[in-house]
């Protein structure tokens, strides 16, 4: 038999057991501590549905509030809206907030796969899904109660505006495919996109577009090899390239015998051309027509606005200033990637087919008359792709960028040096006068001139004044006469006598053989020169002078082989007109700067050489600055010598004065 409890105790026991009944049918719940690493903390404070999948930990308290969760919405959305929007208790800004993303799921659910985008067109319940999603996170931005600025600090903001700019990026690329289909038929590019609920109407006209783009990309679905660096800036909008057909390098001449500069003759079957990119960086913003938070919920009207993150930095938005998101690295890179110019550069060298014939000045970004012009030139065998990261690097550095924009030439580099001068600066001042025909902008003032390697003796021969000092040299070791001399004279005399290229300030020189190198004149050279083929048609209108100077060189040295020098003969430090070229005064007044390869640190630097350039034939009396870098001869694309372009083109606003 057990043994009975005390009395005592049998009461205390029937007082705790009624004390835990009223404990359990009352709900009182037990508090525990969980210990949560900093990280955990932060992937769950800062990961919503666009980077797991799954509702932000903002979105999961605002629907518990309201007695939802997470697994309800799933099941039912449109219910799960409903009560958002109609049950009180929660703030403007909560019920905003988890409404965009709440479409944003849906519109996640409805579209296709990133990888079949190209190919499956969205639905209009796609579409419709992305546009509520960037309304109710247009509305929670600007018609909440708070301006963006209150909320700077706050995590969900940030991805409030990562919900818009994605529906907006999502947006666009259908209504570009459909705006691009009417403007082939000839309709208007901004004409209204209507659908079943919404009526679009965009606007495009902020972007100088030569041509009906082909493509719309999104900037944040693609990277670069060969690009060290990506620039952007955070902000409203959806990071954009638009792109479109490379142009043609050559155009039919209007008119064969107007003159471009006043003095020299156009060649007759062509004239160098210019163009912008191809690709064109681009930030789009969807704006719902309405001035109070009810019109903006209600209305059917949206308007697509497509700007370039390069010419505006912020957007007036319901009386607040919006920084514009925008890459600036996106199209430079999409454009060179796409360009060929590789392989092209080299068929131009040894004179195979689809080579370039002419010089064609490429504009890095639309064309604007208040930034200040940074013109490149590369080497020898190369073509714009030598700037890959010189140019990005330049516009990623954002004083530089409002200060400057990047004008580059691709020219045929076997092409004699004389030819090439003359042919770049004609194409230089057409492609300038064809923006700026009174030559009254500040872009055609204060120009800053970078040449790598030839493209250094380029643009040295272009800041120079030839005076009669090549002429006469000519004349030294040919025996013109009579007929043939003033055939030679009239032809040549735009090749040999000219002056130094106006406005333009500074100069940075790269690697440049000034005096000529003695290693194109070496046995490698001497094969490279042989390789080396300058068709006939890149002569041109010249073609019959250059006979003329080989027919004399022929009778005075006995040869019958006709051959005209081409830019390799021309490098050699023993060639007449290299050595007669350095003697040529530079511009007075013009600050240039010299960057120097030394490829082997333990040879002395006067006795140094960097692969192909030798420093005597590199440095240049005079220079405001010198910087050697230990490197071989593509030094410009070490991170030194671009950051020694920055601190020059720092130094160059600072003296001429920063753009108003």
Not at 130 to 151: K, N, T
Not at 372 to 382: A, K, N
Not at 514 to 526: E, L, S
Request: charged share 20%; aromatic share 8%.
């Amino acid at each position: 038999m057990a043994a009975a409890f005390p009395l005592d105790w049998q009461r205390r026991l029937r007082l705790l057991l009624a004390a835990s009944v009223l404990l359990i049918g009352s709900g009182c719940a037990m508090v525990t501590v969980k210990q949560v690493a900093n990280t955990d903390y932060l992937t769950t404070k800062r990961s919503d549905v666009l980077t797991t999948g799954k509702l932000s930990a903002a979105s999961q308290e605002t629907l518990s509030v309201v007695g939802l969760d997470a697994s309800q919405c799933g099941k039912d959305v449109v219910v799960c809206r409903r009560t958002l929007l109609d049950t009180h208790g929660i703030s403007t800004e909560q019920r905003m907030s988890a409404l965009s993303e709440l479409w944003v799921q849906t519109a996640l659910a409805l579209s296709p796969k990133p990888k079949h985008a190209d190919k499956e067109p969205m639905s209009d319940a796609a579409v419709d899904a992305w546009l509520e999603a960037a309304r109710y996170a247009y509305a929670y931005l600007f018609f909440s109660g708070r301006a963006p600025s209150d909320r700077a600090f706050e995590d969900r903001q940030t991805q409030v505006r990562d919900y818009y700019n994605y529906a907006a990026e999502q947006t666009a690329s259908v209504v570009f495919r459909r705006a691009r289909a009417s403007a082939l038929e000839g309709e208007d590019y901004n004409a209204p996109v209507a659908g079943e609920r919404w009526t679009i109407t965009s606007d495009y006209d902020r972007l100088s577009m030569p041509s009906i783009p082909t493509r719309l990309v999104s900037a944040a679905t693609i990277s670069f090899v060969g690009l060290r660096s990506t620039y952007r800036r955070d902000g409203f909008g959806a990071e954009l390239v638009v792109v479109m057909d490379p142009p043609k390098l050559s155009t039919p001449l209007p008119d064969a015998d107007a003159p471009v500069d006043g003095a020299a003759p156009k060649r007759r079957h062509e004239v160098p051309q210019y163009s912008e990119m191809s690709s064109i960086n681009a930030t789009a913003l969807l704006r719902f027509k309405g001035d109070s938070l009810d019109e903006v919920l209600q209305t059917s009207q949206v308007l697509l606005d497509v700007y370039s993150p390069e010419a505006t930095e912020r957007v007036d938005l319901h009386g607040q200033q919006v920084p514009l998101a925008g890459n600036f690295t996106a199209a430079y890179g999409l454009w060179l990637a796409q360009s060929g110019f590789a392989t092209q550069a080299l068929r131009t060298l040894f004179g195979m087919a689809e080579g370039i014939k002419e010089p064609h000045i490429y504009l890095m970004q639309p064309w604007d008359p208040n930034r200040r012009i940074i013109f490149m030139l590369h080497g020898l065998g190369s073509s714009p792709e030598a700037w890959v990261n010189v140019a990005n690097e330049i516009m990623g550095e954002e004083e530089l960028r409002r200060e400057f924009q990047v004008w580059q030439v691709y020219y045929p580099t076997n092409a004699p040096i004389a030819l090439n001068r003359y042919e770049i600066s004609r194409a230089f001042n057409s492609t300038l006068k064809h923006f700026d025909p009174g030559g009254q902008s500040r872009a055609s003032k204060d120009q800053v001139f970078i040449g790598h390697s030839m493209g250094g003796v380029l643009g040295r021969l272009m800041l120079s004044s030839s005076g009669d000092v090549l002429w006469n040299d000519l004349m030294a070791r040919y025996e013109l006469k009579g007929e043939r001399l003033q055939r030679v004279k009239t032809k040549l005399g735009p090749l040999l006598q000219f002056q130094p290229q106006p406005n333009v300030e500074r100069a940075i020189f790269i690697a440049a053989p000034h005096k000529g190198t003695d290693i194109a004149g070496n046995r490698v050279g001497r094969l490279i020169g042989r390789l080396v083929r300058l068709p006939l048609t890149i002569l041109g209108s010249f073609e019959d002078a250059f006979n003329t100077l080989q027919q004399a060189d022929a009778q005075r040295s006995g040869s019958e082989k006709l051959r005209v020098p081409n830019s390799i003969d021309n490098l050699k430090s023993s060639d007449p007109f290299v050595m007669a070229a350095a003697s040529l005064p530079i511009q007075p007044g013009l600050k240039y700067h010299s960057i120097i390869a030394h490829r082997k640190p333990e040879v002395p630097l006067l006795q140094s050489d960097d692969g192909l350039v030798p420093y005597w034939s590199a440095h240049l009396d005079g220079a405001v600055s010198e910087k050697v870098i230990i490197s071989g001869h593509s030094v410009q694309e070490t991170p030194q010598a671009v950051l020694e372009i920055r601190r020059i083109l720092r130094e160059d606003v600072d003296e001429v004065g920063a753009r108003p």
